[in-house]
């Protein structure tokens, strides 16, 4: 019972401590001299594939197509 306690009480001290500091990974965000490179326009499409309808070929061809190959 007395450990529970102490836990709980610990729980809830801890989550009135004041947050660590983030550990900065870059320069900082609100430095304009710090060198960044130049964005390039990529257009959402590129690399795209066309997805359209095309008619229906010849089953006799398709199945020559995916057909083994003979060997003589």
Known sequence: MK???LA???LALGGCAAALPADP?????????????TP?????TSGATDY???????WRDMNDRVAPRRTP
Do not use: Q, T
């Not at 359209?52 to 010849?58: A, F, H, I, K, L």
């Open 40 to 44: 390039r326009y990529v257009p959402v």
């Open 8 to 10: 709980a009480a610990a």
């Open 52 to 58: 359209r309808p095309v008619e229906p070929r010849s």
């Open 25 to 37: 990974i870059g320069p900082d965000p609100a430095d304009s001299a710090v060198p960044v490179a």
């Open 3 to 5: 450990i529970s306690v």
